[in-house]
């Protein structure tokens, strides 16, 4: 019986836990190959070894230009394209007030969210194939206001502006989605 996904090519960033590795699971049953990252090898491992099979896992934070670089020349040599692009890494540093955000914790946050996901999805451009899709990890965040998430909220914000200004710039040949999360950390936000 043919699968959704059967025979296609996933990449997904930071999928060693949450809902990342969720969708990297769901997208092995429903038949594709997935291409994970994680920056700790030790979690990469185990999120490889959860899935079982149809993966292989890259060593890599997403805001560093040369493991992104490495990433995809590994998806070229092994598979030499991606039909699913799922830009999920991102950390978030919750429950900063104003006062309190300081220019490394700014750093750290738009490094990863903002500047790894527009690199991520400029650098796996060239190996998506027409049709293909491109799944970027928003957040409520960012347009909703809470307490205390000043820098992820806007590094969330900057994510949603990708996606309405990849959408114009790839129609007809790449679909752009931003999925607007909302989970369990955001809740003692409320």
């Not at 934070?61 to 799922?86: M, P, Q, S, Y």
């Not at 820098?151 to 931003?178: D, M, N, P, Q």
């Amino acid at each position: 019986m043919s699968k959704k996904l059967d025979n296609r090519v996933a990449v997904i960033t930071g999928a060693t836990s949450g809902m990342a590795l969720a969708t990297a699971k769901l997208f092995v049953e429903e038949g594709a190959y997935v291409f994970i990252t994680g920056r700790s090898q030790g979690r990469l491992d185990k999120a490889v070894k959860e899935i079982g099979r149809n993966v292989t896992g890259v060593q890599g934070n997403a805001g560093n230009l040369t493991d992104l670089d490495r990433l995809f020349e590994t998806v070229k040599n092994e598979k030499g394209h991606i039909d699913v692009l799922f830009a999920s890494a991102g950390v978030a540093e919750l429950s900063s007030p104003l006062d309190s955000i300081t220019e490394k914790s700014f750093d750290d946050t738009f490094d990863v969210n903002v500047r790894g996901t527009l690199f991520t999805v400029q650098k796996a451009l060239p190996l998506i194939k027409d049709g293909g899709s491109i799944i970027l990890n928003g957040s409520t965040a960012g347009v909703k206001g809470f307490p205390g998430t000043t820098v992820y909220s806007a590094s969330k914000a900057a994510i949603r502006s990708f996606a309405r200004t990849w959408t114009a710039e790839l129609k007809g040949k790449i679909r752009v989605k931003c999925h607007q999360s909302w989970s369990n950390r955001h809740t003692h936000l409320r």
